[in-house]
């Protein structure tokens, strides 16, 4: 998200010649002020000790809606995924999917849902993918890093990812029929990192 240099928060960096960001120690706290440029999906995250910090939990999504919309949390779903606590090198990074290695997610059938999809994760890229059985299901690419994708890019297609660290993508997504869907996130490698479930109900 564009913000002036200081709000960005690397310690002893980011800013000016008369003023860089402090570290942030154990009781303190760093406030900052911003007008965000548009709507979107934006991620805050830790700068510092990065692998520690993120394992641990400093991250989160800053979710920007446009003037006088409101936010539905049935039917628009922020998927975050990221490390279960710190770890050395990304062969051992145990990912999850808002916190779980194996999420529930409960949908409705013939409703447009909004699934916003980010990962912050501190070493790999990954493969996220909706499937009905083992085929991929279909979406709609929205939306890239908070800013609205032109029409020629805006376009229905198989529900698979690849999503590098600290990147944000907006899908639509609605959910044909009732029954059960398989969400699944795998590393570049080919290994299941997160298998999960969509039930979609009537």
């Known amino acids: 998200i564009e ?4 709000f960005d928060g690397v310690s002893g960096w980011s800013g000016d010649q ?17 007008t965000p440029p548009r709507a979107g999906t934006f991620i805050y995250h830790s700068h510092f000790d990065e692998e520690r910090q993120l394992g641990s939990g400093l991250y989160g999504a800053i979710i920007v809606l446009e003037p006088g919309q409101r936010y539905e949390p049935e039917t ?18 145990r990912v ?3 916190g779980s290695r194996s999420p529930v997610i409960e949908m409705q059938a013939k409703r447009l849902h909004r699934l916003r999809l980010i ?3 501190a070493t790999l890229p990954l493969r996220f993918s909706l499937l009905r059985d083992t085929i991929p299901v279909a979406w709609r690419a929205v939306a890239k890093d908070g800013a609205d ?7 229905v297609r198989p529900a698979r990812q690849i999503i590098g660290v600290g990147e944000a993508y907006d899908f ?3 959910p044909e029929e009732p029954g059960q869907l398989r969400l699944v996130v795998k590393d570049l490698a080919g290994r299941t990192r ?9």
Request: aromatic share 6%; proline share 9%; glycine share 6%.
């Open 119 to 121: 990962h912050i994760a």
């Open 18 to 34: 008369r003023v860089t960001a402090p570290h942030v120690n154990p009781g303190d706290s760093f406030a900052v002020r911003f």
């Open 172 to 174: 639509e997504f609605t």
């Open 96 to 98: 999850t999917l808002n």
């Open 76 to 93: 628009d779903r922020t998927l975050i995924l990221s490390q279960a606590g710190p770890t050395k090198g990304a062969s051992r990074a």
């Open 194 to 202: 997160v298998a999960g479930v969509v039930r979609v109900q009537p």
């Open 3 to 6: 913000l002036d240099s200081y």
């Open 149 to 155: 994708l032109p029409p020629a890019q805006a376009l």
